[in-house]
């Protein structure tokens, strides 16, 4: 199969690419320094790399920041899935596209996992940045007959994910106060619980949506499990050799976040057989080991 990605060089991308790659796949990407909203370079780039599929990645992604920059986090999101999908619209024979949106859409629950039957309530610019993005590829679909594959992921950490969000900025926290002596790190709101999955495995899934999808269908990757964040920190404070305890930046709380958010996997995994398969604390021992290479920080003598 022959693979073209925007958003390749971040954090999911580039687990993409390698999981691909394995499976054998032909790989291009959108080259950096283009604009995913200037459709002509966009549909150029498709082009010449003659895809069977898209994977459309490319965003910003930061919930909180969405809210300092509204309109800049609409126009990649929004517009620029609009321009990729007029780019693909322009082709000869346009490839099967997945577009990666956000469980963000559904908002606060109101009660129980979320399906994808489950009213989308966006509280966020970044979540509603998504809806928008979302229904540009159903009406791609609808009226164009693009055949748009949508994917809901949920929280997806793992190695190499950048500091801006929760897990991988506690565990960075966390091993900088292991190197230092530090007994305190800053943290913001511990008390929501959130559907964490493997990044390896949300790739996974990804490819066999592409494979195995329905176009115009829409699909929850999840794990089906909610874990309070209280928890992750208290995991990840068992994998560092230094005892610590948090203490709350005012800086670091959202003016609006939602206090439990779990989605049902169930649509996905009896379409393709897809299941999560590396648990949470294997995930926060790879990023805790992950953090120690990037700071370049040996784990020291477990504290007494």
Not at 80 to 109: I, Q
């Amino acid at each position: 199969m022959r693979a073209f990605l925007t958003g390749a060089t971040g954090f999911v991308g580039s687990w993409l690419i390698r999981h691909l790659e394995a499976e054998g796949d032909d790989v291009a990407a959108l080259s950096d320094g283009i604009d995913v909203t200037d459709t002509a370079a966009v549909a150029l780039e498709i082009t010449r790399a003659r895809p069977d599929a898209v994977y459309h990645l490319a965003a910003l992604t930061h919930v909180g920041r969405s809210w300092e920059a509204p309109e800049e986090t609409f126009r990649v999101n929004a517009t620029g899935t609009l321009s990729l999908l007029e780019a693909v619209r322009l082709l000869e024979h346009p490839p099967r596209v997945l577009l990666v949106s956000s469980a963000e859409v559904y908002g606060p629950p109101l009660g129980g996992p979320v399906t994808e039957e489950s009213p989308l309530r966006p509280v966020t610019p970044y979540a509603a940045s998504k809806v928008a993005a979302e229904y540009l590829g159903l009406q791609a679909h609808l009226g164009r007959g693009i055949e748009v594959i949508r994917a809901r992921p949920f929280n997806h950490v793992g190695p190499g994910q950048a500091e801006a969000f929760v897990v991988s900025a506690l565990a960075k926290r966390l091993v900088e106060a292991e190197g230092s002596g530090s007994d305190e790190v800053s943290v913001g709101d511990l008390s929501p619980a959130r559907d964490f999955t493997d990044v390896r495995d949300v790739v996974r899934a990804y490819r066999l949506l592409v494979e195995e999808g329905t176009p115009g269908d829409v699909y929850n990757v999840c794990s089906g499990q909610a874990v309070p964040i209280a928890l992750v920190f208290d995991q990840l404070v068992g994998l560092v050799r230094s005892p610590v305890r948090p203490v709350v930046d005012p800086d670091l709380l959202r003016p609006v976040d939602v206090p439990t958010l779990v989605g049902d996997p169930s649509k996905i995994e009896s379409l393709t057989g897809w299941k999560p398969e590396i648990p949470l604390g294997q995930t926060l021992a790879d990023v805790v080991t992950d953090w120690r290479a990037r700071l370049e920080l040996a784990p020291g003598p477990i504290a007494s």
